[in-house]
């Protein structure tokens, strides 16, 4: 993913620049804080389209008073194990910790929360949430639904986001297994990358607007969709569909949320949905304290022969062998921890747009 | 899936059969009933792998003294949410009912429920679980992991079972949403009959024993593996493989069960693992009262608004549009219940040989 034309930044200074923004826009500043945390974490983890790259849909939706920055964030159903929170509109960098911890301090109460929220907005990459019960000695799981881009198998429309899905289990002399996916076959960060190099992208990525498979990006940015994970009938398309359907349910239906084609975009430029079905778009939290089911150094050492034994899995043919699930991510961290963020020019020409109608100088 | 050389039993006939069978095996009537059920669950829903065509593998695990027909099942670490059962090496049609009423007493009485399980063995299929949740107004999540068969991303050998997945969320005047997945791209059911019929199957599904795409179902099944979902690289397999980790580390390090590759083999004439690093095979179950989150038929229109918006999807050319998740088994389920269930001829050789052995009438 190096870009010979990326600046690069120390991540430390970017997160001090989106907090600024945030705060510049009314955020509370240990809410900015808390957000810009969760934006950089995207970028020192590798997952360049959910991190920097996205303050500026953010900061539009603030500015135009699309997000409140001050959300009064709301249990409004609740037992010893679950809650369903309304997050008033508030950013999904605020509403989602929120509700996250609100899992995780049922898990240490009584063995496990569950948490469903509705009302809240795009929440930055799931895993940060798990890595937060990691450090609580928890398994957590979080999942949010997204604005429409995906055709359900054998549909010709977007009908579903690309509904990420997040888990981790820690390891005791090993780091910890981190599992955090869309449930579409590619990422659409892939699908701009290609359009932006004029390269066609793998058949089973994406359709038409016609609902025909195509291998021309600009045919999916232009009125087309991302495919499910499998792409096709028979490659277990339906599958992808169904996991993509499980998150927007229990994100969407079970919170009070909007769901499927009625999630609202995200970007400013994109069109508002047909019908407001619910409010805000919806995320699923879970968090399990291991010691609930297993002594925990017990499950740590079952993770580390978990890891060693796929580790030395015989290799696929061209391969090096599977990878542990975070690897990549952890080793993306590694190098960028020192040697900074690399933004591409059409990210760091937002960046500056956004800290001249500001005043927080850029770059920070 | 009709076969011409199929014949036809009614299915209440075939449940007397198998439970007959698993009462010759010493397995006590209350649980042979509730075991035969889920094997008719399966062929009633269209999922002929996993129902009476699975007795023969059973009983030859019973009838060696490998089950246990008359388990101890006990809770062995417990919080008011959760719970970690051990099967004591019963069968999984009936250790799996009895962890998975745990986590629906659990929802019940708290919110939710959760249950990890371990030392059980084959539990029919996921699904079944959540459709009894369902009669509770709860939504059901089921999983468990299955013997070595898949093999991780970049692998050449196999490391993980098929590992399913199922939840279900209810409608109101509209037929529940069902969701009841394996992990693989393709079901290891469908390389059977390829190789039954001495046809290729499609590229993407499996690999032969050097870690090579293949499209000959005997390179799979000398040596081969499946692939999870998505397939290869390019196309996602890598989530795939996430998904079935996900699976198996819930069900087996989490509950202290065998996992991975060192599962135990399903049928006889399978190779045991190389070493056990838990106890028997696992599952894990959760149970989420629906009022817990939000009223429930508030939950069950958004539901009929859900199906019918999805199934009002324009249809890609050649289709009739998006399938809504369990269509398939409720289309056979209608059918079978009028018509009965057809058995191909194989299996019902194999249900005359353990008519044979067990004195147990065949046909019933």
């Not at 890595?131 to 928890?138: D, K, V, Y």
Request: net charge neutral.
């Amino acid at each position: 993913m190096a870009d010979a034309s990326a600046e690069t930044f120390p991540s430390e200074r970017l997160a001090e620049f989106c907090a600024a923004v945030f705060r510049h826009c009314g955020v509370p500043a240990a809410d900015a804080r808390r957000a810009a945390e969760i934006l950089l974490a995207a970028d020192l983890r590798g997952i360049d389209s959910h991190g920097v790259a996205r303050l500026s849909a953010y900061y539009g939706l603030l500015k135009t008073g699309r997000i409140n920055p001050r959300p009064n964030i709301t249990v409004v159903r609740e037992t010893p194990s679950t809650a369903t929170v309304d997050g008033d509109n508030g950013l999904g960098l605020v509403v989602g910790p929120a509700a996250n911890q609100i899992a995780m301090d049922k898990a240490d109460a009584i063995g496990s929360g569950w948490v469903a929220v509705r009302n809240t907005n795009h929440y930055g990459i799931a895993g940060w949430y798990v890595l937060e019960a990691l450090r609580r000695e928890q398994i957590g799981i979080s999942m949010t639904n997204t604005s429409r881009i995906t055709a359900p198998l054998w549909g010709a429309e977007r009908m579903l986001g690309t509904n990420p899905l997040a888990i981790a289990f820690p390891g005791l002399e090993e780091p910890p297994i981190v599992i955090d996916m869309a449930t579409t076959a590619a990422a659409f960060g892939k699908i701009e990358i290609a359009v932006r190099k004029g390269e066609p992208i793998p058949e089973g990525w994406a359709i038409d607007s016609e609902g025909r498979p195509t291998t021309d990006p600009n045919d999916m940015v232009n009125g087309g969709a991302m495919l499910p994970l499998g792409s096709e009938r028979s490659r277990g398309g339906h599958k992808g569909y169904c996991l993509g359907a499980m998150i927007d349910l229990l994100c969407g239906p079970l919170s009070g949320a909007n769901w499927g084609p009625f999630t609202p975009a995200f970007a400013l430029s994109h069109p508002d949905p047909r019908r407001p079905v619910g409010k805000g778009i919806g995320h699923f939290f879970g968090a399990m304290q291991i010691a609930a089911f297993i002594e925990p150094d017990e499950l740590k050492r079952q993770i580390d022969d978990w890891i060693r034994t796929f580790r030395a899995t015989r290799p696929a043919p061209g391969t090096n062998g599977p990878l542990i699930p975070g690897d990549p991510e952890r080793a993306a961290e590694q190098i960028r921890r020192r040697e900074g963020i690399p933004l591409i020019a059409p990210v760091v020409a937002e960046l500056r747009v956004i800290a001249r109608e500001t005043g927080v100088p850029f770059p920070p």
